[in-house]
């Protein structure tokens, strides 16, 4: 999909959430048309109209949670997936209340059916605005600014998104001393976009964008950890001097202990549920490969503490003996078993994590741990990179769901950066129900490839191969 204005966003959102809750509406209206000439008599007995209104706002929210009103809008492929989960959520919630309720509040096969109706109609939708918009936002002329640091990933990765069409690259370290202000202007004089790398100093970016504003093009900025640490800050005042007040990253006590109560809560209930899962899981290791089926490695968590962490085997026994530390081929890597294969792709490795997390040393949500070895190496490359151990590594993150395996390291470290400085029960609940729709999206496993050679590492069996630790 093409760029859309910034400004053009806040007139597509409200169509888009009214599109919705007529549809929801809708679809109850038709498995009401459809069952009750069959089997009722009323229609109260099939939904009652407070019900109605309950579901839909519960779909709702349940959009909005997983990002379906922000635009770009999504792929057809993430559309259905999103659909697919939001009504399994939804037909769970109401059957559930159906079990302690009267057994004639509400039909489960009107559940269904409804469930049925909204995922055809909510997909023919989604689908037809996302071409809509398509042809309606073409390909904005955009100038790309950055500077020597900036990488060949990051100029490929910029130059490869179908929103922009690169008329102008703008290197900030060639500019001559004399006369900037005139050069700004000259070079962004015929783009719709300025596109601004995070390396960009502060003084060069205040420039551009003073400019860009004056010419009327939209800035998207790329924000380095400071520019993203003052995103929370308090507006204070010294006198009449204005200010802002950053707080050092991290959660209050009582957050901590929430957080706690959740992981401790989840994680009890998740083992229970999901023991015939592992056992299932534990047999086929065995069947398949010789050694052990579970495999524990050193990793980093809060503070720099490290701990063991624990997965199921997906490699072959000392995959890392000969070769040392190297980049992970995703699937493609011959050390990974057929059936360690299928485990990575469905997440079903991380399943021990779950003791992990019920013991202390990880939590249901947080940045992904990381071998010591490499975070030496990652703090001498990014100063920042220790602020990620103020809270305690987690099964998922929010680099996990908005980002993907091949995303940039200083990509996925603002990720960890912006969750820690915005943690909540709130929020780790919602990026749960995030990770969910993640497992089943193929991007989110891509591999690393050559244009992304220090991003991850391949820790032979732990790598987060498929969920990306930074």
């Known amino acids: ?69 922000e635009l770009p809008t999504k792929p057809p492929y993430d559309v259905f997936v999103t659909n697919l989960i939001v009504l399994f959520f939804l037909s769970a919630v109401f059957i559930f209340a159906d079990f302690f309720s009267n057994p004639l509040f509400f039909s489960k096969r009107f559940i269904f059916l409804d469930a049925v109706f909204l995922m055809v109609l909510l997909s023919a939708w989604r689908i037809g605005c996302d071409r809509v918009l398509s042809r309606a936002s073409a390909r904005r002329k955009t100038a790309l600014v950055y500077c020597q640091d900036d990488g060949p990933a990051f100029m490929d990765k910029v130059s490869q998104m179908q929103m922009f069409s690169i008329v102008e690259r703008i290197n900030v370290d060639q500019w001559p001393r004399e006369q900037r202000g005139q050069l700004v202007a000259k070079l962004l004089a015929n783009v719709d976009t300025v596109l601004i790398s995070s390396l960009v100093s502060s003084n060069k970016k205040e420039l551009i964008v003073s400019q860009a504003f004056v010419l009327g093009a939209d800035v998207i900025t790329v924000p380095n950890v400071y520019e993203m640490s003052i995103h929370n800050a308090v507006l204070m005042r010294f006198d009449d001097v204005p200010a802002f007040g950053i707080e050092p990253f991290g959660l209050p006590i009582y957050g901590r202990f929430l ?23 534990a047999a086929a290791i065995r069947l398949n490969s010789h050694g052990p089926v579970l495999y524990r490695q050193e990793r980093v968590t809060r503070w720099g503490k ?142 690393a490839g050559t244009q992304n050679a220090n991003a991850y590492w391949d820790d032979s069996q732990g790598n987060d191969i498929h969920t990306g630790g930074l």
């Open 306 to 447: 490290t701990f063991r962490l624990c997965k199921f085997r997906t490699m072959v026994i000392d995959a890392e003996q000969k070769s040392g530390p190297v980049l992970s081929t995703g699937d493609e890597d011959p050390r990974v078993t057929s059936v360690g294969r299928f485990l990575r792709r469905t997440r079903l490795d991380e399943l021990p994590q779950l003791f992990n997390i019920l013991g202390g040393s990880m939590s249901l949500v947080g940045p992904r741990p990381e071998r010591p070895i490499f975070v030496e190496q990652f703090i001498a490359e990014f100063p920042y990179y220790n602020q990620r151990h103020r809270v305690k590594a987690g099964l998922t993150g929010m680099a996990q769901v908005y980002g993907r395996y091949n995303t940039l390291p200083q990509d996925k470290l603002l990720y960890d950066l912006m969750y820690i400085s915005e943690a909540s029960v709130l929020l780790d609940m919602r990026i749960l129900l995030l990770t969910l729709r993640t497992i089943f999206l193929k991007s989110s496993t891509q591999g």
């Open 1 to 69: 999909m093409g760029y859309i204005k910034l400004r053009n966003k806040a007139h597509i959102v409200p169509l888009l959430f009214i599109g919705d809750a007529i549809l929801a509406f809708a679809s109850t209206l038709l498995s009401i048309l459809w069952l009750v000439p069959v089997a009722y008599p009323t229609t109260e007995r099939l939904f009652p109209l407070p019900v109605t209104v309950i579901y839909v706002l519960l779909f709702l929210g349940f959009y909005y949670i997983y990002g379906m009103y």
């Open 259 to 281: 957080k706690r109560m959740m992981d401790i809560g989840v994680s009890a209930v998740a083992i229970v549920l999901l023991a015939p899962v592992m056992c299932v899981c």
